[in-house]
């Protein structure tokens, strides 16, 4: 196992993530509530789902 600790972009990659992440979950919700563009509100909240993931694993 690498106990390394992340340095650069490595470290504040899963921040950024983050921030995506929220982004499009506020993104795909108003989409929703507002009734327009159903396909594109539930693609965001997919996204918003795998970018979540991804900081999961990332910081396993």
């Known amino acids: 196992m690498n106990t390394?600790?992340?340095t650069g972009?490595?470290?504040a990659?899963?921040?950024i993530a983050m921030l995506g992440?929220?982004?499009c979950l506020a993104g795909g919700i108003y989409l929703l509530v507002k009734g327009r563009e159903r396909k594109r509100a539930v693609l965001m909240l997919v996204m918003?789902?795998?970018l979540l993931g991804n900081v999961l694993i990332w910081t396993l």
Do not use: C, D, K
């Open 13 to 15: 990659a899963p921040a």
């Open 48 to 50: 918003a789902v795998v």
């Open 9 to 11: 972009i490595g470290a």
């Open 21 to 23: 992440m929220f982004a």
């Open 4 to 6: 390394e600790t992340l």
